[in-house]
């Protein structure tokens, strides 16, 4: 492939790598991870609730990574309370599961960084280390594609295994016993999806770019090789 386009698309490639990085850090400072909505199941059982009565007991609960609201209705309109996670909820979540969502969320922001940094290097400078060179692209994208991976297995594991909104909407709850209703995630969530395709997609681009896999061998070298091991 000409250098021109192998430029070109290194710098498509850097350019998607730095959108991750962004939009990364914008969604770890959202609420906007879930969303849903809480019975006030006291409440709905104390009245036998039925139909219609139901959505006078039903609030909505939204919730990020370090932050969020909850609107508890209890047959009296809503009553709105804002919560955090640090230090308020330490003790009800699953405290190493939520740290580590945080941790893989700052290495993917730092290698989506790096990764950008080093495809615009890769075209507009001259590669002359492994790290600088393809090799070191494809790590970039796979670690930062990993993280995303592994961002979203913990956080979905946290919020459906370890009944997470039900555990905030219950906090400090004394005589009402809160049920998640509905949930389902948010764009915030979405976006970490968005980003770990991207490096993938990255991947592909250095592929289509002309580079190899680190992984692979061209035929010609083992042949080659295999001729001048059978002269000796």
């Known amino acids: 492939m000409p250098a021109q386009q192998k430029r070109i698309i290194f710098c498509i490639a850097g350019v998607l790598s730095f959108a991750c990085a962004l939009g990364t850090a914008a969604a770890i400072g959202t609420q906007l991870w879930v969303k849903g909505t809480i019975l006030c199941q006291t409440g709905a059982l104390l009245v036998n609730a039925t139909g219609q009565e ?15 609201e909850r609107v508890r209705q209890c047959g009296l309109g ?11 909820l330490l003790k009800v979540i699953p405290a190493s599961i939520h740290v580590s969502v945080l941790l893989f969320c700052t290495v993917l922001i730092v290698f989506a960084l790096v990764g950008a940094g080093f495809f615009m ?4 400078g001259s590669p002359y280390e492994t790290l600088h060179g393809p090799i070191g692209l494809y790590l970039w994208s796979f670690i930062t594609c990993s993280c995303g991976c592994l961002i979203m297995i913990l956080f979905s594991s946290e919020v459906k295994i ?15 016993k809160f049920k998640t209703h509905s949930e389902q995630f948010a764009n915030s969530f979405w976006i ?23 992984f692979s061998k061209s035929k ?12 000796y």
């Open 54 to 68: 139901m959505q006078k007991f039903i609030g909505q609960i939204q919730y990020g990574l370090f932050h969020g």
């Open 78 to 88: 809503g009553r709105p309370l804002q919560f955090s996670f640090f230090p308020d």
């Open 121 to 124: 290097f890769n075209a507009f």
């Open 162 to 176: 370890h009944h997470l909104s039900e555990k905030i909407a219950n906090f400090k709850e004394g005589s009402f």
């Open 192 to 214: 970490i999806l968005v980003c770990s395709l991207v490096q993938f997609l990255n991947a592909l681009l250095i592929r289509f770019a002309g580079f190899q896999f680190p």
């Open 220 to 231: 010609e070298s083992g042949t080659i090789t295999g001729a001048v091991d059978l002269m």
